[in-house]
């Protein structure tokens, strides 16, 4: 296993040396664009991680590794149209610097590019790779339809929301995992192990994400702290303080859901999010998902040395603070 | 070789059998719909006959053919967002029905299932199936970018014009057949050869389509005569004209084209089509592409008789009037 920043350069270079496509320009040059925007590029590294983790050369996932971060942005392409999001990575988005018909087709583009790289790797079990691949991109589009169906649906159950950012979130980082375990020869069980381990990290690192979002450092995060309350998103946080309210307080917090974007609207919910210890709630339940996670991990037959090395990384985003 | 009618049934019954997905419903009603709203499902319809053609049962090529009819929706799905485009046959478009975002995930999920239906056919030629249908899709998407920078770009060339329907519409004809003949197991050259029929019989049907809506009977097209000359479409009789017009006439036409939408302007075209004859132009560039796809289909190694119903329904295509 090497170091993240080892990965990271070899999936920036592949990402910049990758033949997208040429004529017409309009259409390619959306997503160089796009593809050249940076990130951390989680979901590609942990590709070419786990296909060292199994005894083989992360070399071989590559492409791989590029079908998951190109399939990832072509999904960023077409959230940014439906949010009718300005900026992405403090970038103007490709709807906004181009047009939204550029935008829709980009992205088709990049979800077919996607499939296309997945292709040029070298393994006899490709078709394993596509079913995994397609099954997965499938969920994470039920998972965006599901969040866009909470912002009309009067209440949301825990279980639903989890269910959500497991489709949304969590499912792409275990495929992104088990396709390079797939690359690497790895068994059947060391497989699933993986895919597990990664969703459930993945469950936990949204879970963070929602935590950030209402009580990270702004100047860290690059966003505005108090977005999601803000925005009346039904994140973990305000399921559970609905859940959780007493009738009184019921009646403050749907006064401060039906305000505006105010400064009194994000601290009036917040000052009920410590009142009701909604953050220790939902530190609980990211814990919870991340146990799960060790316990996939434990079952993984590799080397203890490099399934550190995951554990690590896995405890980095789960207290990220940015 | 069956009749068409049985064809059209066969995949009719696969189209209304075929699993899409349950949840969200939000997500798969607008996917069955599209999906039950009909037509001649000419493109599924080849690769079966392919597939027969060359030996084979045709009902092994049903997953594919499958694949390329929920293929040809995703795109019309997204291209009806791109046109604001209010009715698809009759019915209201997926994104007037529903909305922007429902249409786009839609059609996302689309193009997935389709790689997913062509992932379940039967072969040992798969990866050849993907490569194909994985580049025929990129090349749609080309060629709808393309024909979305005619709109604002001064001059397009014949050749351009032909080039852009080649990709918009034409490969996917070639690429239909082709699939059939690959899953019949049909010798390289007869996969090529039944493409290149394929695809020059789509030039002249596009050709055709331009024709139709220049000089076709309203009544049994269901649109509305001089479309295309109203919205300013650069098709190729408009680029013929615009090559061919003298100097008085081009100030006419210059007039014509800065003119609304309105009857005067559709006969002012119509009639400057009529005085350079520029239907007799396109007829010929028609017949052009029609004889490169008998000299194709002249070929194939196939029975003649089989060959002849593929010659008869190019022949319909090509001479259709609605």
């Given at each position: 296993?090497?170091?993240?920043?080892?990965?990271?350069?070899?999936?920036?270079?592949?990402?910049?040396?990758?033949?997208?496509?040429?004529?017409?320009?309009?259409?390619?040059?959306?997503?160089?664009?796009?593809?050249?925007?940076?990130?951390?590029?989680?979901?590609?590294?942990?590709?070419?991680?786990?296909?060292?983790?199994?005894?083989?050369?992360?070399?071989?996932?590559?492409?791989?590794?590029?079908?998951?971060?190109?399939?990832?942005?072509?999904?960023?392409?077409?959230?940014?149209?439906?949010?009718?999001?300005?900026?992405?990575?403090?970038?103007?988005?490709?709807?906004?610097?181009?047009?939204?018909?550029?935008?829709?087709?980009?992205?088709?583009?990049?979800?077919?590019?996607?499939?296309?790289?997945?292709?040029?790797?070298?393994?006899?079990?490709?078709?394993?790779?596509?079913?995994?691949?397609?099954?997965?991109?499938?969920?994470?589009?039920?998972?965006?339809?599901?969040?866009?169906?909470?912002?009309?649906?009067?209440?949301?159950?825990?279980?639903?929301?989890?269910?959500?950012?497991?489709?949304?979130?969590?499912?792409?980082?275990?495929?992104?995992?088990?396709?390079?375990?797939?690359?690497?020869?790895?068994?059947?069980?060391?497989?699933?192990?993986?895919?597990?381990?990664?969703?459930?990290?993945?469950?936990?690192?949204?879970?963070?994400?929602d935590i950030?979002?209402s009580f990270?450092?702004?100047?860290?995060?690059?966003?505005?702290?108090g977005?999601d309350i803000a925005?009346n998103k039904k994140t973990l946080l305000l399921i559970e303080l609905l859940e959780s309210v007493h009738k009184d307080d019921k009646k403050v917090l749907d006064e401060l859901l039906k305000m505006?974007?105010?400064d009194e609207k994000i601290q009036g919910v917040l000052a009920l999010y410590t009142k009701y210890q909604i953050r220790e709630f939902a530190?609980?339940?990211?814990?919870?998902?991340?146990?799960?996670?060790?316990?996939?991990?434990?079952?993984?037959?590799?080397?203890?040395?490099?399934?550190?090395?995951?554990?690590?990384?896995?405890?980095?985003?789960?207290?990220?603070?940015?």
């Amino acid at each position: 296993m090497k170091p993240y920043s080892e990965y990271l350069q070899r999936i920036n270079t592949a990402i910049e040396q990758a033949n997208y496509g040429q004529y017409p320009d309009e259409l390619y040059a959306p997503i160089r664009y796009m593809m050249s925007l940076g990130g951390k590029r989680l979901r590609p590294i942990l590709t070419l991680m786990a296909c060292d983790l199994f005894g083989s050369d992360s070399e071989k996932a590559v492409p791989a590794a590029l079908a998951v971060e190109v399939f990832h942005n072509f999904t960023l392409v077409h959230d940014d149209i439906m949010d009718n999001a300005p900026l992405r990575r403090g970038k103007e988005t490709v709807y906004k610097k181009w047009n939204m018909p550029v935008a829709i087709l980009a992205g088709d583009l990049m979800m077919i590019k996607a499939t296309d790289f997945l292709c040029e790797t070298d393994t006899p079990r490709l078709k394993e790779l596509i079913t995994l691949f397609n099954t997965t991109a499938r969920e994470v589009c039920e998972g965006q339809q599901i969040d866009m169906n909470f912002e009309t649906q009067n209440q949301v159950k825990h279980e639903e929301y989890i269910h959500m950012i497991t489709l949304k979130t969590a499912v792409l980082l275990g495929a992104a995992l088990k396709l390079g375990a797939l690359v690497a020869g790895a068994s059947d069980s060391d497989a699933e192990h993986i895919y597990e381990f990664g969703k459930n990290t993945g469950i936990a690192f949204q879970i963070q994400d929602d935590i950030l979002d209402s009580f990270g450092d702004g100047s860290l995060t690059g966003k505005k702290v108090g977005g999601d309350i803000a925005a009346n998103k039904k994140t973990l946080l305000l399921i559970e303080l609905l859940e959780s309210v007493h009738k009184d307080d019921k009646k403050v917090l749907d006064e401060l859901l039906k305000m505006p974007d105010s400064d009194e609207k994000i601290q009036g919910v917040l000052a009920l999010y410590t009142k009701y210890q909604i953050r220790e709630f939902a530190e609980l339940k990211k814990q919870t998902y991340f146990n799960l996670a060790l316990k996939n991990l434990s079952k993984i037959q590799a080397k203890p040395e490099s399934k550190q090395v995951l554990e690590s990384m896995a405890i980095n985003l789960m207290e990220r603070l940015s």
